[in-house]
């Protein structure tokens, strides 16, 4: 996919500043650029290599004048770092603008779709499933029964999409996630045997809710396990039953939440922590990576640590614990003074 100076800069309302039919068809740093790349100049730290780079176009700030002579054509807009974000999102948009269904792919009984629907080969669409306008599903794709999906989703390489899910608008979920899946739910028996718990909630997803690859979120017991608007999820994370997540809150990978645990708004949580269940997290809530948090928080906490506990108290306790060994060498040399 190529795109000229003169198209780039009508999309970011800027001005050429060299040939208007120079073409560019991949995207590099600007340190690294080569015939045929787009690059920018936002940091005054790499403006050196602007006068080296072999990057065919270029955006800078309007404020940019050269000192030297310039082998790149220039496009000037008010901000480039901005600009270059512009591009990259719309970019991204041109590269997933399919549409169509392929085959071999199954669309079973009462499904309702709207326009500009990409349903990508080797899918299944189960019974009574309605999904909205521009939706992208790609290639070995599941979507389960009742599934209710909304506007603007994408559903990467195999997805799994369970039965009663219901995914709400501009929703995206990469590859080998699964949602809906049964909660972790068993019944200990006399035997020493355990009885599985039929698991008969959903899972809702809100609008502006990105999932990432192979993260799985399990299906209410009873109820529903509830993802809030504009939630943001790393790979490889596991939610469990009836968790509930708050607006605006983002988990990085390998974290871990039981069941009925409930998170507020607008937190951060750290790679590689483990959340008990039946706790409440409170908003504008700090997880630090690897901490294992045992209890309820409250609104506004930083913690960190196994078990958990506040950070400042934290990193002052970290420093006694590396100075563990000298302390005890200094009791040890007491000892034997009082012998």
Do not use: W
């Amino acid at each position: 996919m190529k795109f000229t100076a003169e198209q780039i800069a009508g999309i970011l309302e800027g001005d050429v500043v060299g040939n208007p039919a120079a073409e560019v068809f991949k995207l590099s740093k600007i340190e690294e650029g080569i015939e045929g790349s787009l690059t920018f100049l936002a940091n005054p730290k790499y403006q050196n290599y602007i006068y080296t780079t072999k990057a065919t176009i270029t955006i800078v700030n309007r404020t940019f004048e050269p000192e030297q002579e310039l082998t790149t054509t220039l496009i000037k807009v008010d901000d480039a770092y901005k600009s270059f974000s512009t591009l990259l999102e719309y970019y991204n948009q041109v590269k997933l603008m399919k549409s169509g269904i392929e085959q071999p792919s199954v669309i079973s009984e009462n499904v309702t779709y709207g326009e500009q629907l990409y349903l990508g080969s080797f899918c299944y669409v189960g019974k009574n499933v309605t999904i909205g306008n521009n939706v992208k599903i790609y290639p070995n794709t599941f979507i389960g029964d009742n599934v209710i999906i909304g506007d603007n989703c994408v559903f990467f390489a195999g997805v799994r999409i369970y039965s009663e899910t219901e995914i709400g608008n501009n929703c995206v979920i990469h590859s080998g996630s699964i949602i809906g899946s049964d909660g972790f739910g068993f019944a200990p028996l006399e035997d020493g045997t355990y009885s599985k718990i039929p698991q008969i909630g959903n899972v809702i997803l809100e609008d502006n809710v990105e999932v990432g690859a192979c993260t799985t979120i399990d299906r209410a017991t009873m109820g529903t396990t509830l993802i809030r608007k504009g939630v943001k999820l790393d790979n490889q994370i596991q939610i469990a039953h009836n968790v509930e997540i708050g607006e605006n809150t983002v988990i990085a990978s390998q974290t871990g939440i039981a069941g009925s645990t409930k998170i507020g708004k607008n937190c951060m949580i750290g790679g590689q922590v483990g959340i008990v269940g039946h706790i409440t997290i409170g908003n504008n809530v700090r997880i630090q990576a690897q901490s294992g948090v045992g209890k309820s928080i409250a609104d506004g906490e930083t913690i960190q640590g196994s078990p958990s506990f506040n950070y400042g108290d934290f990193s002052k306790s970290y420093v006694h614990f590396r100075n563990l060994p000298k302390i005890v060498s200094e009791l040890e040399e007491l000892k034997k003074q009082k012998n």
